[in-house]
Structure formats: structure tokens, C-alpha cells
């Protein structure tokens, strides 16, 4: 009997301490909605013509500034002659043009009639680990913001951008099973102490969400977009994939893959430097390259005019060439 007793006891205990858990992760989710639910706006996007404005999508977006400036996705604003308005929580509808945009980090950057907005605090995405607690916020219907609870599912995910004919891979997209809603794209995934450390990009599958990362990449990107409304990157005319070293090389080099030239473009940087189609690229501007990711992070606008430094394998020889990348454009 007393044997019984005590089981009832250890079940109540075991119940009780499951519902303060839950009440904590309450706590925690309304307490951020709450912080985060003035600086989220909801965007309605028109395209401008000479005789009228069409509606041209819809999403969210984050306020930056006190004095007016939004972040949000590029591709909820991507198009000609786009703008529109953007409506908060406390009523206000404020007309917004775009300051610029940047498809190929899926950011955009937004800049609106009115002040004495509320500012999210950014965050550092590099601190987040699996397994913890981000909320997305986002404004789909512009006077009630749009919550959604859960954890970061994985880091380190790449997710292709596009534009034009340049492709290029996102670094470090968090995926997170905080479901993201209609009109949700552009808004905040948030961690728990309200720090936007996301922008809520993609539907990755059911369940599933990708946000671009707050870093100290995106960030550079943010500044250039609201100090010169566009991103300045270097270019030097390859095409190519990850591909393992052989064997011989894995020993000299002490790792195990890189990056294989697929295409050479003509008459590009790459070509006059030398640079082959199936050279293995192992090391550029002093930087180890295993990813294609390793090549674009050196694609800054700092390289642009720059001398680089670039280290292939061109069948059993390591080559030392240099580089001179120009300014993308187009």
C-alpha cells in the first residue's frame, strides 16, 4: 500500500514539473511575441505603372530603425517599379520604397514615409545550436501579427539564389520546424531572449522553415544595402562543385576535397589567370577551399581590382597562379 502511494506521488510530482516546463515555454514564446509584435510589419506590394498600381505579392517585414528602415526578404520585393505600404500592429499604415535589394542573399532593404518606429535587436546566428528555441514572427494580415513556435532543426544548410544567370549558395540558412504561414517570408525568426537572429525566407518541406542568417556576413550586406542600395561582389568566370582530392594529394594536403572548375567563361578573370576547366581549386587568397562556399566568401568587394593568390591541383601538380577579379554586374 504505502508502495502505491508513493508511485502516486512520484506520478503527481512528474506532472506537476511537466506543467511548469510548459508554462516556462509559454512564458518564454508570448513574452517574445509580445516584445517583437511592433517591429514586424506586413508588406502589400504594387507594381507602378504609368495609369495605375497592381498588386504584386505580399509578405512581412522587420523594422530596423526608429526612423524608417525595414528588412526584408528581396523576393517578396523583387520586380520593376515596386513598392507599397506597410502596416503594423498599432494601426499604422506607412508608404515604403525599396532602398535596395539583393536576390543572390535574399535580403532587401526598405525605407518608409514615416518615424518613430520600434527597432528589433539583431542577433548573432552563429550562436545557435541545435535543438533550441526560435519563434517566427510575421505580420500576413497586417493588424495581427502571426506567431509560430520551435527548434532549430539544423545549421549549416546552403540555399540557392538567383540572379539572372548567376547562381549563388546562401551560407550558414537555418532550418528550424517553426512553421512558416502564408506572408510570413521577410519576417523574424527570433531566439529567446527577442533578438532577430533570422529572416524567414523559404518553405523547406512540411514542418520545416529556412531563414537567411543575422551574421557578420549579412550584416555587411544590410549596411551596403542602406548605404548605397546595392551589394558590390567580385567575379572571376568559373562554374564548379566540390569533388575529393585523390589520394595522393588527401596526404600532401591533409584533407580530403575541393573544388573542381567545371567552366571556364571567356575572356573572364579566371582565364587570363591560367585557370582550366577540371583544375582543382585548393586554396585561394590564402584561404583553404573545400566548398564552393570557401570561393564566394573571397568574392567580396574587397577582392575587387585585388591580386589573388590561388592554389590548384591540375593532375598530380600544384599549380600557383593569381587571380584579378572584376565587379559583377548584371
Known sequence: MATIEREREEDHEQARAEAEALDAYSRVVVDVAERLAPSVANLRVVRRSRRW?????????????????????????????????????????????????????????????????????????????????????????????????????????????????TVRYIDNVIQTDAALNPGNSGGALVDSRGRVVGINTAVAGVGLGLAVPINTATRQIIAALMRDGRVRRAYVGI???????????????????????????????AERAGLRAEDLIVELAGVVVERVEDIQRAMSEDAIGARLPVTVLRGERLLELELGPVELTG
Open 53 to 165: 498600381s497592381v498588386p504584386a505579392g505580399a509578405g512581412s517585414a522587420v523594422a530596423l530603425t526608429p526612423d524608417g528602415f525595414l528588412l526584408t526578404s528581396a523576393h517578396v520585393v523583387s520586380g520593376p517599379d515596386r513598392s507599397g505600404r506597410a502596416a503594423f500592429v498599432d494601426g499604422r499604415e506607412l508608404k515604403f520604397e525599396i532602398t535596395g535589394s539583393d536576390r543572390l542573399s535574399d535580403l532587401a532593404v526598405l525605407r518608409t514615409d514615416g518615424d518613430a518606429l520600434t527597432p528589433a535587436v539583431l542577433g548573432e546566428a552563429e550562436e545557435l545550436r541545435v535543438g533550441q528555441l526560435v519563434v517566427a514572427i510575421g505580420n500576413p494580415n497586417g493588424f495581427a501579427g502571426s506567431v509560430t513556435a520551435g527548434v532549430v532543426s539544423a545549421l549549416g544548410r546552403s540555399l540557392p539564389a538567383r540572379s539572372g544567370r
Open 239 to 269: 562554374a564548379g562543385g566540390p569533388r575529393p582530392l585523390p589520394p595522393h594529394a588527401r596526404v600532401k594536403l591533409r584533407r580530403s576535397s575541393g573544388v573542381e572548375i567545371v567552366e571556364v567563361a571567356d575572356g573572364s578573370p
